[in-house]
């Protein structure tokens, strides 16, 4: 049961639970590099970097925080909501899919979902291959959006909001503020070919 957000974030930061040091970890690595970034690039020295490295940072505590309720073995909930958008989707063939592909398959589709929410949650973090990882952040959204979108319990709106949050992430590209990928991106200003220039692109 939530109480206050403070109390709320500590018992999250303290919690004795593997993957409260692992978070740790994230944080720290991603703190390194925004201090690496801020005393290598004059650029990054600026306020809308601290800011938007700052919103960054909170979304993928929120996708990695998402995650834990999905940990293998126990897909329990996750077969709830799935069910949930069978039942609430806005377009038929999304609950026909859902019901003759991902049923059927749930075990494997369940740690794809979960191993992409960790992905996600740690590429925003550090800031690495955030244009690329918030794109397939906004798809997965965007099928959770239409799939509870009939729902009484939901408000739409959040999901929507969502979206454009991590659509505003890759075309931004918010890793160039104090993440991985502004290393990457100081280091790539020349035109680059191949995987190389894939790379760059997911920056």
């Known amino acids: 049961m939530r109480t206050n957000p403070f109390t709320d974030g500590l018992f999250f930061l303290t919690e004795n639970y593997w993957a409260t040091p692992t978070f740790w970890v994230i944080l720290i690595v991603s703190l390194a590099i925004a201090a690496i970034a801020f005393a290598k690039l004059n650029e990054q020295r600026k306020i809308d970097h601290l800011v938007r490295y700052f919103v960054r940072g909170v979304v993928g505590l929120m996708w990695w925080q998402q995650s834990l309720w999905k940990v293998p073995p126990d897909f329990d909930s996750l077969r709830h909501w799935v069910e949930e958008m069978i039942k609430n989707a806005a377009f ?109 692109w997911a920056t």
Do not use: C, H
């Open 92 to 200: 038929p063939i999304q609950a026909r899919l859902l019901e003759s592909i991902v049923l059927p398959n749930f075990t494997a589709f369940g740690y794809l979902i979960y191993s992409l929410e960790v992905v996600i949650g740690i590429s925003l973090i550090i800031g690495l291959f955030v244009r690329a990882i918030a794109t397939i952040g906004a798809l997965m959204i965007l099928n959770i959006y239409l799939g509870l979108y009939r729902s009484e319990s939901e408000w739409p709106w959040t999901y929507a909001f969502l979206v454009l949050l991590m659509l505003l992430f890759a075309v931004e590209r918010y890793g160039r503020s104090l993440g991985a990928d502004a290393l990457i991106a100081a280091r790539a200003r020349e035109p680059k070919k191949g995987l190389a220039r894939l790379l760059t």
